[in-house]
């Protein structure tokens, strides 16, 4: 499973969620304004910006600029396990 962390009116973080859906690939987003855990569990993994994509508890480094970047078979390997 593909997780999102986000937060309100982020950009980057609606173009993640966009590609991820024109691609089908199904996901859970976690605001990290909303979830104060889920904002420290960033921090302590080093990250300080969002989007930050988790596939599986594994990281997808990137964000959005990540994905957009992926070639095809790329994306189907990483992303959608294929």
Do not use: W
Not at 25 to 48: C, K, S
């Amino acid at each position: 499973m593909i997780t999102v962390y986000t937060k309100t009116q982020c950009p980057y973080c609606d173009m993640a969620k966009a590609l991820l859906e024109s691609r089908g690939v199904e996901y859970t987003t976690i605001n990290v304004e909303e979830q104060p855990e889920a904002r420290e569990f960033l921090v302590d993994n080093g990250h300080r910006s969002v989007p930050q994509i988790y596939k599986n508890n594994q990281h997808i480094p990137g964000g959005y600029q990540g994905l957009a970047g992926m070639s095809e078979e790329e994306f189907n390997t990483k992303i959608k396990g294929l």
